[in-house]
């Protein structure tokens, strides 16, 4: 059973900066798909970025592309998403989510929420002007 659990949401004004992070458990496999996702009220879940843990590969959506990293720490299973010079479109409830069974080509592909299956409970990021 897996099980992602994100921390780190909170309120910040525009042009500050928050991490968050995502403990992850129970996975069998030493190599796999993250991701982080987001979901603002009245709107369709979003990718925001993805990184394959063997290795490190990662993709960012454009939107916040030179703004966000994301990061992982292999050692305490966790997944970070540093986010920086955030702006008031960044506000939107973040998930993190997983798949064991991608390939690192697999990752670099896996931009919609059907491609993860496993989710964590999400984290609220509001952002002020």
């Known amino acids: 059973q897996v099980l992602l659990v994100e921390s780190g949401g909170g309120s910040v004004q525009a042009g500050g900066s928050l991490r968050l992070s995502c403990a992850a458990s129970?996975?069998?496999?030493?190599?796999?798909?993250m991701g982080w996702f987001r979901q603002a009220p009245g709107k369709a879940r979003e990718w925001v970025a993805t990184?394959?843990?063997?290795?490190?590969?990662?993709n960012y959506a454009d939107s916040v592309k030179g703004r966000f990293t994301i990061s992982q720490d292999n050692a305490k299973n966790t997944l970070w998403l540093q986010m920086n010079s955030l702006k008031p479109e960044d506000t939107a409830m973040y998930y993190c989510?997983?798949?064991?069974?991608?390939?690192?080509?697999?990752?670099?592909?896996?931009?919609?929420?059907?491609?993860?299956?496993?989710w964590g409970q999400g984290t609220q990021v509001t952002v002020s002007s």
């Open positions: 989510a997983g798949n064991d069974a991608l390939s690192r080509v697999g990752c670099s592909r896996a931009l919609h929420e059907s491609a993860y299956r496993y």
């Open positions: 129970g996975y069998t496999y030493s190599s796999y798909c």
């Open positions: 990184i394959y843990t063997g290795g490190g590969s990662t």
